[in-house]
């Protein structure tokens, strides 16, 4: 293996994607790469360090030309196991490119990254922002650091302090606060489960209706910032709230009365809406609410039998869909013969196995598909499903289902159509006989 990441006697990389290392450097790659590193007058490819080539390391017998690009470098480097050592030498590298290869690199070490945390380069102190590894205390350097977009780095870790969150974007020396950048850190923070009350208080009087939005979704926001949100003069401010899971029941009959349709929408569609503020939306002849109505998973039975004689058909079709309607309603949404709500019926995964078997043998091909596709689909359906004459879509449907039985594969698997017969082959409730059959013949 090549000190590049290249396999010996190949151009093709064995980096994937995904952040984890891949290859693995052996001792001899790594003497001789830390060697070219420590030596900046081996350092050169054959077109010199300010020519077109941008390869800061080259390994004994290759040439310009075998070169791979600075992207693949970087991501040699990073889809690379190198030892501590190497990774801290190429830390002082001279491309920026491949300090941001290091700073990316999961094994770089905690001393590694409090030395790129100082570089000179934004997009280098960002990449040690967001690694895993990085100290505690370059997590307070970069949370004053002056480009935003470093800050916002540091934001976006999935767990950090609370007074480096505030940090972060509440410094006043900071002159890019009106920048984008700075908007996005902001943002960023307001997003966060777990900032602290006091910042989401601070936050939801920013300046940007786009913070004030974000902080107003925040399941975390306190009841109180959450009372003085809904009174904003921005739709999209109040909206916010209305769709917010933690808002108080207070405020939902406040915003039920907003004079913006879309913030009553919003009201209706929230999980955590009142029932009387439900029942209610069910009768109005506004269609919008009632559709809401119908697919909200915490309305009541009573406001959904309500709902499932509705002249408008989404009204039907979003009840037949909701995952809360009642066994007794489904079965009433079935006899009404329309076939777009029979097919919702029976893709909803919460409709029982004895409705699932009446609607398997339903005359439409695409209600039939939906049970084939329903998760929750019993065995005895899709034995019903497997007929002498049916869809293709329906048969690979069954032979796609994660509990299709052995028997059912065995019978699809000599199916006359090729596409069907190979998705009953990559089952994996393929019975290991008819595999290895198959197998064989195919040899």
Known sequence: MGVNGRAAGSNQYRARPGGQPDVQLTPADSASLLAQVRQPAARQCGQVWGGTCQVPVSPPGLSHDDHPSLTQQRQAIRMTVMQPEVLTALAGGRFHGMRIAVASHPQCSAEALDQLSRDTSPEVRRAVAVHRGCPLEALHRLSQDPAAAVRQGVASRPKLPPDIMERVFMLPVIGDRTSQAAL????????????????????????????????????????????????????????????????????????????????????????????????????????????????????????????????????????????????????????????????????????????????????????????????????????????????????????????????????????????????????????????????????
């Open 184 to 443: 996005a850190v902001r943002v960023s923070v307001a997003k966060r489960r777990d900032c602290p009350p006091h910042i989401l208080q601070r936050l939801s009087g920013d300046g940007h209706a786009e913070v004030r939005q974000a902080a107003a979704k925040n399941v975390s926001c306190p009841p109180e910032t959450l009372t003085a949100l809904a009174g904003s003069s921005r739709v999209d401010v109040r909206r916010a709230v209305a769709s917010n899971r933690a808002c108080p029941s207070h405020l939902f009959a406040q915003l039920y009365r907003d004079r913006d349709l879309a913030v009553r929408q919003d009201v209706t569609s929230n999980p955590s809406c009142p029932p009387d503020i439900l029942a209610a939306a069910c009768k109005t002849r506004v269609q919008v609410l009632r559709r809401a109505v119908a697919q909200n998973p915490s309305s009541p039975s009573e406001v959904l039998a309500e709902l499932w004689t509705d002249l408008d058909l989404v009204v039907r079709s979003r009840l037949a869909a909701n995952r809360s309607c009642p066994t007794t309603i489904l079965e009433s949404l079935v006899r009404t013969g329309n076939e777009q709500i029979r097919a919702k019926v029976a893709a909803n995964v919460c409709c029982p196995g004895t409705l699932l078997e009446k609607l398997a043998a339903d005359r439409n091909g695409a209600v039939r598909r939906s049970v084939a596709s329903n998760r929750s689909c019993p065995v005895s359906a899709l034995r019903i499903l497997v007929a002498p004459i049916e869809l293709k879509g329906v048969l690979m449907a069954v032979a796609q289902h994660p509990s299709c039985p052995p028997d059912v594969l065995d019978r699809l698997v000599l199916h006359r159509d090729t596409e069907v017969r190979q998705a009953a082959l990559q089952s994996r409730n393929m019975s290991k006989a008819t595999r290895a059959m198959w197998q064989l013949a195919q040899v």
